[in-house]
């Protein structure tokens, strides 16, 4: 009988070991990519580098302003297009549940999500980039947009869900009318979840490449036209990391680096600002 | 003939096929305290939120008959105007988690964008709180939000909210049964402080209560109205032996 | 104040009103009797009827009180006193009617020395006081008051036991004064039993402020109690 008892404690200790140890190994590959990165990236960064373009090749020196204001152009344009759509339409799916449209709507929102990306570019190639004549910022931003809504719709929907009847209740008994009642009482709210999952949704597309590969194409040039071809961080890094010259793999380095440092801003302000507004129910 | 506040003849309600509410007929005069009871699916909530017609909001329903607020049919006017007329206060304390306790009671108010001067506000808030009996707890406090106030505190604001809007009626829907026996009993106290000047419908699961405050009591079983009257006539002596029966505990 | 403490708050008012009226029916069929006043005997009996109606109505507002607020503890008791007290206040009155009624029907008045030789104004004079500290025993809540009346019961059942003997007494010296011996001797058993109304509102009266329930006892139990 003892014997039987110790060697259950064992496999339990065992088995308690393993998941910890499994748990650490998870911070592993971030702690790689987050140290060999900021290790090559952080000495490229200087002000020359942030405010100049990639110098030509053969010349030295050059620096990413181009994509960064690119990449703040066409995320900044996204955001405006896929923020109020998504807004709207998860609070048509929170106020509208059982409707077949909330159904159906709710069926194309899951399956956008988990349309790759590279394909959401080649689709926006045909629709935007054919008819336009040209790549352009407003075509990236429309595919980073299709990519961004669906995190948007679905956090708005479940946020909302969470709010109690009684809020609407109370609102409703004053006599204020349905839209001031969504609003002045439901959004605000629940703001703090809605403005957590547009935080995510931006953080999810300011890294994306595919969808801007067939749109915005890249851009040598500091440009501010969102009809023209724009330069962005991902495809900066994309194609210069791959050529053969080492002062575009150094931009590459920094352009890695300020990427990552952002979408790490990012993540821990979505947290911070979560707690902060934070409305006790 | 004293004229009634709130009259019903012939009125019914449905939750789709569901006959909630049948040819339910009754006067309620004013500044009285009116309890509503019956067991659990007796259509007693059902009827109380067709008069402030909260009951139209859930889809797939349907009410048929005379519903009069004074003279005026209250399926004929502005369900906004109805609102303003007749508020709710309901079961669980509901105060705006994201509003001060000021602006809580002024709710009705600012979120219906209804403009007034700052003095009026002023006004307005301290006369609500002091008929709710909630001034002297939260007059150093108005700014807070009202998360710190206790569940009887909080529903004593959502009586103060209901009443900013100076309405004629005010419908309970078990008001105190969320709340512990010393809040409960504030509450009941400050219905008796209201009826001065207001109409007063409560529904309650809890019989006691119905006897300790009410003026007149109305007893709906399976949808209908089976006996209206005094208070007193109806605990010493009702008239209805399916009333008898439910006092006495004989059916919950 | 909440509800309930106002409607026991009127109870005890009305109560206290009662009261009042029965003590001066008694005092009044105690002048009546004295006086031979027949008119004010008559008074007696019509005021009787508002008695009876403070009867019903104390009776009604106990239910009342009892449906609507479910009362408990020192409140329960309070009712189930004041009940008690009402039906022994009412038979007090009728007591002192009864009492009216002799001097109407009597067709010879009562010698007031007469009366007084044999103790019956002594008695009367005594039950009444005991009838008003009562009263006052229960508006004060003073129980001390309340234990008194039993002692004083006492002396009213003595003073009863001995009226056979003074009235053979009274018949002997003169027989022709039968009629009003014999009613004399029929008001000094009422006499008696209002002390025994007071001795049993006395009871109700520790039960209701003490929670102690004195009465069926025997009265060495009682001397227990005090002591």
Redo the contacts between chains.
Sequence with gaps: MDARIRIRNTKSIVFKSVVVFLAFMITIPLIVILVYIIKQGVMQVNWHFLTNVPAPVGEPGGGISNALVGSIIIVAMSSMIAIPIGMLAGIYLSENP?TRLAHYSGLCVDILQGVPSIVVGIVVYFWVVKPLGTFSAISGSIALAMMMMPIVIRSTEQTLKLL?D??K?????????YH??IL??II??G?SGILSGIMLSVARIVGETAPLLFTAFGNPYLSTSITKPMQSLPLLIFNYATSPYDDWHNLAWGASFMLLMFVLILNISTKLVTRKWN??? | MEHSVVSATKFNAWFGDNHAVKDVSIRIDKNQVIAVMGPSGCGKTTFLRCINRMHELIPGTRTEGSLKLYDDEIYTMNPIYVRYKIGMVFQRPNPFPNLSIYDNVIAGYKLNGLKMTKADMNAIVEKSLTSAALWNEVKDSLHKKGTFLSGGQQQRLCIARAIAMEPEVILFDEPTSALDPISTSSIETLFHELKANYTLIIVTHNMQQAARVSDKTAFFYLGELVEFDNTKQMFTAPKDVRTQNYITGRFS | MTPLENEIGALKKELINMWMLVQSQLDNAKKAMVQFDKDLAREVLVKEKRVNSFELKIDRDCENIFALYCPVAVDLRFLLAALKINTNLERIGDIAAGVAKYVIESSVNFDEIVLENISLLRMYDEAVNILTDTRIAFEKEDTVLARSIFKRDDILDAINVSAPNAITELIKKDLSSMPEALYMLSIFRKLERVGDQSKNIAEEIIFYVEAKILKHFESSRRKEDEG
């Excluded at chain 1, 209740?169 to 009318?177: H, I, N, Q, R």
């Design positions: 059982g109690p009684t809020l209740e109370a609102a409703l008994s004053l006599g204020v009318p001031r009642v002045k009482v605000p709210c703001f409305i006790q129910l």
